[in-house]
């Protein structure tokens, strides 16, 4: 289906384009915008959740030319439910790598017959399942695009599902749930002893590497380990949080059941008593059935649908180790663990890696960590194809006190893939409800963090400088 839609704007201002909607067999969706101002690029949108609907149009990309893509990933659903891939193997291995690379070859060719030539260049950017998305792509077809935007990376459905029923358990126990008071002590105990590492006291924890060992989960324990109130934390809630912020190792490990699955831990970074969509409360896994935490949610899915081969009446019952072959052949399917890229670096590819540091949704840590996995594989060439940002009281993909805009991404990956200027330090930004900006810091290449300067406008990315821990 082919339809017109006229400009629109003001922030960004959208040009007119032509919307395209099609379907490659059996049940894969996608839909491309094409504007009638062609810069002669390629943009793909990566999906979220577990997809199962197109992604609207990129505003920000289309705006400067691109032909904008996004697909549902293979398959129609709410985005929180896997049970779409039940004894559908195609639409599981569409979701899992396939999806990407088949809507981008189709796109290409969509693209060369509708402006009589090819993309010079093809890019990438997805957050969240998006961000795995553009990984995954990057490991399995090298060659797809030039650049790759993984932000907030969901690189590990499956391994993230057994640290949140590791943690649900434990919040399942009496005295386990946290309650609205309480996430405000916890995060107000945090912004206490890490806001002003970064030189200001402003509410934005940037130096987050000193936040890890300032903060002492030990010091909000209720005297004797009971629910004496919101002032204070009990034993079990304790149990429960430490359990979220704790490394994982899959079960197994032996030549019966070779599974091993790590998972790096989430840490208190400034945004705990938020009550935002993206916060630590809504993410967190709760026992009371009318709250659940979107993490159980996800998990259970995963469980139920993916790794159970008969219903459960409990997915906190669900053994891992029993069924290790299973959730390590899943594990292999879906999740990005290898950190290999040097077939996308030899072909070319840049890659920026952008990440949130008060996200619940996903760990942070582990996004650190995989990136310090591509370091170490590919080695002193590392800097030659990828860049890492983190930014301070994001949430996931988005929200928080801290700077969430990431429209500063693009046009630095295009200029390095385009004429070979590698990105350094960047400026991000946080907008009011009409669009204006309110705050702006410095994107800095992780491990170096935004440090106040000492004298300026706090609000003010010209008031910090990208420095070391």
């Known amino acids: 289906m082919v339809a017109a839609v006229p400009a629109s704007g003001p922030t960004p201002a959208m040009p007119d384009y032509c919307k395209v909607t099609a379907r490659i067999a059996p049940k894969l969706n996608f839909e491309m915008r094409l504007p009638t101002n062609w810069n002669g690029k390629l943009h793909y949108s990566g999906g979220g959740g577990f997809n199962g609907s197109i992604p609207p149009v990129d505003a920000s990309s289309l705006s400067l030319g691109y032909v904008d893509v996004s697909s549902d990933s293979g398959h129609t659903g709410s985005g929180i439910d896997a049970s779409f891939a039940v004894n559908d193997p195609v639409a599981l291995e569409n979701f899992a790598q396939l999806s990407v690379p088949t809507v981008a070859t189709t796109a290409k060719a969509i693209t060369t ?6 993309p010079s260049r093809s890019y990438f950017e997805g957050c969240s399942n998006g961000g795995r998305e553009g990984l995954m792509t990057a490991l399995r077809f090298p060659t797809m695009f030039d650049g790759v935007i993984a932000k907030a990376p969901a690189r590990q459905f499956i391994g993230q599902s057994e640290v949140v029923q590791r943690t649900a358990r434990l919040v399942a126990l009496p005295g386990g749930n946290m309650t609205p008071g309480k996430w405000t002590t916890l995060g107000s105990a945090v912004l ?7 030189g200001v006291a402003d509410g934005i924890i940037a130096n987050v590497s000193a936040c890890t060992a300032a903060f002492n989960l030990s010091s909000l324990r209720c005297t004797g380990g009971g629910d004496t109130g919101d002032a204070c934390l009990s034993d079990a809630q304790i149990a429960g949080l430490t359990a979220q912020t704790s490394p994982t190792v899959g079960s197994g490990g032996t030549s019966a059941t070779p599974y091993v699955n790590s998972f790096s831990p989430y840490h208190f970074w400034g945004e705990e008593a ?26 259970r899915s995963v469980v139920d649908n993916l790794l159970s081969t008969t219903p459960l009446s409990d997915w906190l019952s669900y053994d891992f180790k029993a069924n290790s072959r299973l959730v390590e052949t899943l594990t292999a399917q879906i999740d990005v663990t290898d950190t290999d890229l040097r077939p996308f670096a030899s072909a070319g590819g840049k890659l920026l890696v952008w990440q949130g540091t008060s996200d619940i949704a996903l760990s942070p840590q582990g996004t650190i960590d995989y990136v310090s996995g591509v370091k170490a594989t590919v080695g002193s060439n590392a800097d030659a194809f990828m860049r890492f940002y983190l930014a301070p009281n994001v949430q996931h993909c988005s929200g928080g006190a801290g700077a969430d805009q990431t429209t500063a991404l693009l046009p630095a990956l295009d200029a390095w893939v385009a004429s070979k200027t590698a990105p350094g330090d960047l400026t991000a930004a946080k907008l009011n409800a009409s669009g204006a900006p309110v705050l702006s810091r410095p994107l800095c290449r992780y491990p170096t963090f935004a440090k106040y300067n000492g004298t300026g406008n706090v609000n003010d990315a010209s008031s910090f400088a990208c420095s070391l821990p």
């Not at 017959?113 to 090819?118: N, V």
């Not at 002893?193 to 970064?198: H, K, M, R, S």
């Open 113 to 118: 017959t509708a402006y009589g030539q090819a």
């Open 192 to 198: 206490g002893a890490c806001d002003g590492l970064d």
């Open 274 to 299: 938020s009550q935002s969509g993206g916060s630590w409360p809504t993410w967190y896994p709760q026992s009371n059935p009318a709250f659940p935490g979107l993490a159980s949610l996800f998990a």
